[in-house]
């Protein structure tokens, strides 16, 4: 039977449609009604077909997995007819264009730029670090310690914003809305799970979710998807109090796998908040992991 969970088991593409399909309302598109009770929610396989031109046999071979070569007029056919969204769009492109013989891509955690370290370091008054797009952190200033955790002090296995968010029960406790943050995790993970099916790190990660949180499960199920963006997210900090920031993502030009993401006051009196919480936390030399060393061969 198909997981629709395990992001490497082949048939990705027919989750995301079913899953999609499965959340639109019939009545929003004025279907007329037919009498048959439906035993499922959002449209049919045949009003799917029927929206986007193509056969009800093409459909059920796309969600079967049956069929993979789709052409980009019938991709564009679909994505109209669910309502994409332009994530949405770009992860059901980038699932089409899969191909078994691709090659895997690398899945250990990569290396932050001397430079980029510091750049990093020199940010005094800005929470900010550099993630993987996996949401591994790799590196991060004192600011980003004090606001959200001392990464310096967890296992590398963990620093991962995602794993906190779900099973760190303190990491948690800061979301001033933990679902909907979740959710976006959720959905950010989705989406790099479609681009990099041969990650392992990422599939383990997921499994390893999937095992500890229900909520993880039912959301991971839904297939969401969302790429980087700027956010606003409001923190309940046990020393700063009530603190409302806006999230900046930056890509790396030299590392396309990185992110540059800041932390920024979004009024003033959560730019008061954080400068106390700054000015409050001891000035120890940056929380960021040793730079690996390599020596001739």
């Known amino acids: 039977m198909e997981d629709p969970g395990n992001p490497s088991d082949g048939n990705e593409l027919g989750g995301f449609l079913r899953a999609r399909r499965a959340a639109l309302d019939p009545h929003s598109f004025g279907l007329p009604d037919d009498g048959r009770l439906r035993r499922v929610p959002g449209l049919r396989r045949e009003e799917l077909a029927q929206l986007a031109h193509v056969s009800v046999d093409y459909v059920v071979r796309?969600?079967?997995?049956?069929?993979?070569?789709?052409s980009r007029p019938v991709l564009d056919a679909l994505a109209d007819a669910l309502r994409l969204a332009p994530d949405e769009r770009s992860y059901l492109f980038t699932l089409a264009d899969l191909s078994p013989s691709a090659r895997p891509r690398p899945s250990g955690r990569p290396e932050v730029a001397p430079r980029l370290r510091s750049l990093l370091e020199g940010m005094h008054d800005v929470p900010a670090m550099v993630l993987h797009r996996r949401m591994d952190v790799l590196a991060w200033n004192r600011g980003a310690a004090a606001l959200l955790t001392d990464f310096g002090t967890l296992p590398p296995a963990e620093r991962n914003l995602i794993r906190l968010t779900f099973l760190d029960d303190s990491f948690r406790a800061l979301y001033a809305d933990w679902a909907r943050a979740a959710r976006e995790c959720v959905a950010v993970l989705r989406m790099?799970?479609?681009?990099?099916?041969?990650?392992?790190?990422?599939t383990a990660l997921v499994g390893e979710l999937s095992v500890h949180d229900a909520d993880f499960r039912t959301w991971w199920a839904g297939h969401q998807v969302r790429g980087p963006r700027q956010l606003t997210k409001t923190y309940h900090h046990p020393v700063a109090g009530t603190v409302t920031l806006d999230v900046q993502q930056f890509s790396v030009d030299t590392h396309p796998d990185q992110l540059l993401v800041a932390y920024t006051a979004s009024d003033s009196a959560s730019q008061e908040a954080l400068r106390?919480?700054?000015?409050?936390?001891?000035?120890?030399?940056?929380?960021?992991?040793?730079?690996?060393?390599?020596?001739?061969?």
Not at 62 to 70: C, K, N, P
Not at 192 to 202: K, Y
């Open 62 to 70: 796309l969600e079967q997995g049956r069929t993979r070569r789709v």
């Open 192 to 202: 790099e799970a479609g681009c990099r099916p041969d990650d392992r790190t990422l």
């Open 276 to 297: 106390f919480l700054l000015q409050w936390t001891p000035t120890d030399p940056p929380s960021v992991p040793p730079r690996r060393t390599t020596t001739s061969q």
